[in-house]
């Protein structure tokens, strides 16, 4: 399966509507309405020397790299899940305790992600504070 860049924005655009923010659901040490100024989960894919596949090297392994085409690990549920929580704010507990990126307001990062995505601007890595 492969999927276009039209695919990618309508699933950012359905990401993005006002009902992803929801309450955050894991109890967030990070200030109300902050998240993790991190592209990762758009921009990269992490696989182990062993095959385990992460969004970065933070966060814990959720498949095989063998288990699916890399292209759908990039659209898989899991990594939509980490895609969701930097976007709303209700980070996985990987993001919440993440040291190799600071935090950022909410609209901030989906304003990046939206340029980043529509290839209006350069995907930057944001260094630890
Ligand atoms: S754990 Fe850190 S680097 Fe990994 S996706 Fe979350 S915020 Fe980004």
New binding site residues.
Partial sequence: MQLSIIDLTTELAEQLKPKSLTPQKYCSSLPLGS???????WTQL?VTATGGV??????PKFGEVFDRPLFAWMNSPEIKE?RR??LSGS??P????????PTISIDELRAKVSAVVAGTAPVTVPQPS
Wanted: glycine content about 4%; aromatic content about 8%; some cysteine.
């Fill in positions: 998240t993790r100024n991190c592209l990762d989960p992490f992460r969004p970065c090297c933070n966060a980490y929580g930097l980070l996985m990987a993001c919440e305790n993440c040291h190799d990126r």
